[in-house]
Structures are given as C-alpha cells and as structure tokens.
C-alpha cells in the first residue's frame, strides 16, 4: 500500500523551530519528486517548499524562504523540512506530496502530485 506519512508538528512559540518528516511506504521518495504544502483554515493549500528527484534542486515559496529548509535522507526514505524563525502566520496542516515529474515548473500546484499524507497540524500562537 503506498502511504506518506508526516511527524513532527506542534505547537511551538515565535521564532521557535520545527523539523517535520515525511516517510514514505510501499515506494521509495527518491524516484519522485517531493513537496511541502500547507493549509491554514479557510485557505487554499499552498506550496512552500520542494526538492526535484533529479538533482535535488530545491525551491522555497517567497514566505518563507530563508527560514525552512527542505531535505531528502534516502537511506531513510525520507524528506525533512526544517522550519526556522516561526511565525503566527506560519501555522497551519503541513503535508508532504509526492510527484513522477522530472520538471520542476508547476512544483507549487497541489493537482499535479500523485500522492499525499494525511498532514500534521503546526501551531504558532501569536
């Protein structure tokens, strides 16, 4: 059964840090590309960060570039984000999704990921 599953959220004061992982089963992350989303109530998801499959080139939404950092350990199957210099307006659900495309235009549009997990909720209270 292939599944993604995120950890690693919380409630965390401002400025505080978060790392979150995303761990895949029934497939290996290393043959897909991998994003970051978020949604916060109300609000489209929206993409935050992303690492290619082919080169692990990353991209950062404008929001929060210089303070998350996104990673792929595939010895462990894995995708981190750590999240730096939190904020009230960073919370939100976080999911992981995963996408067969070796081009990375588009890599903010959720509709074009295969799969997904079921999110962890990141909480930053003001």
């Known amino acids: 059964q292939v599944q993604l599953v995120e950890s690693g959220g919380g409630l965390v004061k401002p400025g505080g840090s978060l790392r979150l992982s995303c761990t895949a089963s029934?497939?290996?992350?290393?043959?897909?590309?991998i994003g970051w989303f978020r949604q916060a109530p109300g609000k489209e998801r929206e993409g935050i960060a992303y690492?290619?499959?082919?080169?692990?080139?990353?991209m950062y939404a404008d929001a929060v570039k210089g303070r998350f950092s996104i990673s792929r350990v595939n010895a462990e199957n894995a995708v981190y984000l750590q999240m730096n210099s939190l904020k009230p307006e960073d919370t939100a659900v976080y999911y992981c999704?995963?996408?067969?495309?070796?081009?990375?235009?588009?890599?903010?549009?959720?509709?074009?990921?295969?799969?997904w997990g079921q999110g962890t909720q990141v909480t930053v209270p003001a």
């Open positions: 690492i290619s499959r082919i080169d692990e080139s990353t």
């Open positions: 999704g995963a996408k067969n495309s070796a081009y990375n235009s588009g890599w903010s549009f959720a509709s074009s990921y295969l799969y």
């Open positions: 029934g497939f290996t992350l290393d043959s897909y590309a």
